[in-house]
């Protein structure tokens, strides 16, 4: 279960089968994996602590309410996309999830710990920086990422129509960063892409 307010919270709900009624055990069961759910409890220390959530605390359930039911054919399950991958090859034939399901269903996959410990890192790298050249008097700006013409020479862009013209995707903000210089901002940056239709096949390539 995940706190309102603080989706990266997890609390565990615990229902007993001695405080509820049998309907409502049988009910629990029959919903889906990520369906959306509201429940009524009470907040309680376990004995032991809880090593796959966040929260020291569980919630000894009482009542629950469906609130959005999830298809039973879910085109993979958290649990499956978020194990590790074994060096043992035959552990891993039966939770592998593919590379093109997960971008096919990226919603879903962005769910996981691992994308999710991505995204907040690249956050904070990025607000790291920013900070740092903010705190140093510089000016950040955005630059056009649709132009009428190559950039740079020596790199290879992608081309498109725009209309009845012919445009391409910026190779670098640097002729725009001239001009915020040229224009009295002594000191510019900008955190964007850059596009350049190289043909590479290392990882180390722009």
Not at 43 to 58: A, D, M, R, W, Y
């Amino acid at each position: 279960m995940r706190e309102s307010g603080d989706q990266q919270s997890t609390i565990q709900a615990v229902l007993l089968a001695s405080t509820l009624s049998k309907g409502m055990l049988n009910y629990v069961k029959r919903i889906p994996n990520e369906s959306i759910i509201e429940i009524k409890g009470e907040v309680v220390v376990p004995q032991k602590p809880i090593k796959s959530c966040s929260q020291p605390v569980e919630i000894m359930t009482k009542e629950v309410w469906l609130l959005d039911k999830a298809d039973h054919r879910l085109p993979f399950q958290l649990e499956a996309a978020s194990k590790r991958q074994s060096e043992d090859p035959s552990e891993n034939q039966y939770v592998q999830v593919t590379q093109n399901t997960r971008l096919n269903n990226r919603v879903l996959d962005l769910r996981t710990p691992s994308n999710q410990a991505i995204m907040r890192l690249k956050s904070k790298f990025s607000n790291s920086f920013r900070n740092f050249l903010n705190d140093e008097s510089f000016v950040e700006i955005n630059t056009p990422k649709l132009v009428g013409g190559a950039v740079e020479g020596g790199a290879e862009v992608f081309k498109l129509d725009y209309y009845d013209q012919k445009a391409c995707l910026a190779q670098s903000p640097q002729l725009y960063k001239q001009m915020c210089l040229l224009g009295d901002l002594d000191k510019v940056y900008e955190f964007g892409p850059a596009f350049r239709a190289e043909d590479s096949h290392t990882s180390k390539h722009l």
